[in-house]
């Protein structure tokens, strides 16, 4: 199906996100639309997938004018759509199965009664088409990140997907799920399918495309093939300008040892043993499952865990988040919409909820002093909003993470966990983020880098642990690491 945009425009009160947007995707071709956030990618799509109507312009399928009334009038044209959230599209108490044919009715299985061994025996089907051999009677929510895209991959497949979406579905993968789902998306592709594919990973989307079209403030700032463009016109483009020293790592490590952690045993951890120095930034990186993010939640009291961690020499108790926040540490969760933020509280309330006590007398916040802190972390951090009384659910991505940052900050830690900080944030934001953690580590803290973008992870730490099964399977001091040795230490292709 050739899908064709016009003129496309629209507009949610003052704000102008579209300002007339032309855009074309042939049958079997893959167009990635890049551009920060607030470009207007999203807003796009959603009106190509029946979720939005344009102010003004064409939508054409097959050189045949369509006004989709909803989303369901879309799929029934063959519009199918995998967002980033997966809360989105899959509901994890219910199994395998019933998230396939979620949105079909009962009919292909019977009105009255569901023929359920059929079901399940046609959703194995569809799952084997995509690659993956799940019990489809398990809920969706004991699946992996990886294995839940590719079951939306499957009940894509069982509407006759003729136009698919895919907006950051790799955002909670690591490079291996991320692989199997590009396998597969490539298999949809031969099919003659049309796919629009949206990502801020520039190295996948140049892997993967045939064409990349750049959104800048709700137009198309450029278009080219993927073998015409290179990543630098890319980021110009997105960005309207040069980015210079993309990764700005500074080196501020002294032998002063901040955080030493021995024998660490939590679900998912076994026996790990580090130390990190003031102003290092110590990376962890692994497959998903290894256990890297398991040490973060661990050290910060998230799960049960056993071992000696000390803190400038002092034991660290591993009871509970308030006992780690105590102790000086701050942790950057890596879902900040479901366990970092309020997002229909103020700038201000979340970023001074883990620090309460220093604005709180009798019991009474004192809401002065709330603004002034928060006013003066937002403002060294580059949160962009009219007031930090605003929600911060109206912020961008990049702009929300900001905020966790200064959660974390403005409680002077020692010991800084992060857990990928990047994720579903645009190249800009990135930037700044990668900035902030420069000048955290330039002040002494030490810094734990949790990340599944490989590029990030050797680029912005001095050393990288690399984990598996639940243990460390490789140090990686700055003249061992690159990309490379990461992944072979991961998968265990090398030897030891």
């Not at 045993?265 to 990190?276: H, L, T």
């Not at 926040?325 to 900040?336: F, H």
């Amino acid at each position: 199906m050739t899908v064709t945009l016009s003129g496309i425009t629209k507009s949610f009160g003052p704000n102008r996100v579209l300002r007339g947007v032309d855009l074309s995707i042939e049958p079997g071709e893959i167009v990635s639309l890049v551009g920060e956030n607030g470009a207007g990618k999203s807003t796009l799509t959603r009106i190509i997938a029946g979720a939005y109507q344009p102010d003004s312009g064409q939508i054409t399928l097959d050189g045949e004018e369509r006004k989709f009334s909803g989303p369901q009038d879309a799929m029934a044209s063959g519009v199918q759509v995998i967002y980033q959230e997966l809360k989105n599209n899959l509901f994890p108490q219910l199994d395998v199965a019933s998230n396939i044919f979620a949105h079909d009715g009962a009919g292909e299985f019977g009105r009255m009664f569901v023929n359920k061994d059929k079901m399940h025996a046609r959703a194995a089907e569809l799952l084997s088409q995509v690659g993956i051999d799940v019990d489809t009677r398990l809920p969706v929510g004991k699946l992996s990140f990886g294995q839940q895209q590719l079951v939306q991959l499957a009940r894509c497949l069982n509407h006759s997907v003729k136009l698919l979406i895919l907006d950051e579905p790799t955002a909670a993968l690591d490079d291996r799920e991320s692989e199997l789902l590009f396998a597969q998306v490539r298999k949809i592709q031969a099919a003659g399918v049309a796919v629009i594919y949206i990502s801020h990973r520039l190295p996948e989307v140049f892997a993967l495309s045939d064409r990349i079209v750049v959104m800048r403030d709700g137009r198309v700032s450029k278009t080219g093939t993927a073998a015409e463009l290179t990543e630098a016109a890319v980021v110009a483009a997105m960005v309207g300008g040069e980015v210079e020293n993309f990764y700005p790592k500074e080196h501020h490590a002294t032998d002063r040892v901040r955080l030493d952690v021995q024998g660490l045993e939590s679900a998912g951890v076994n026996g790990v043993s580090f130390k990190v120095h003031a102003g290092e930034v110590l990376g962890i990186g692994g497959v998903m499952g290894s256990g890297k993010g398991d040490v973060l939640r661990a050290l910060f009291g998230l799960d049960d865990a056993a071992g000696t961690v000390s803190i400038d020499g002092k034991p660290l108790t591993l009871k509970s988040p308030r006992h780690a926040i105590s102790a000086g540490v701050a942790y950057l969760t890596p879902d900040r919409q479901a366990e970092g933020l309020t997002l229909a509280q103020p700038i201000s309330h979340n970023e001074s909820l883990a620090t309460l006590g220093a604005i709180t007398r009798n019991g009474i916040v004192a809401l002065k002093r709330e603004r002034d802190r928060c006013q003066e972390i937002s403002t060294r951090l580059s949160v962009k909003c009219n007031s930090i009384g605003d929600a911060v659910g109206t912020l961008s991505g990049g702009n929300q993470q900001k905020v966790l940052l200064a959660r974390c900050l403005l409680g002077n830690p020692a010991i800084l966990l992060m857990e990928e900080p990047t994720r579903g944030v645009d190249v800009g934001a990135k930037a700044e983020i990668y900035s902030i953690i420069n000048d955290v580590a330039a002040q002494g803290v030490a810094v734990v880098l949790v990340s599944s973008d490989l590029p990030e992870l050797v680029e912005m730490s001095d050393r990288v642990l690399v984990m598996r099964g639940g243990s460390i399977n490789a140090e990686l001091s700055s003249d061992a690491l690159t990309q490379q040795s990461v992944l072979e230490h991961a998968m265990e292709t090398v030897s030891r």
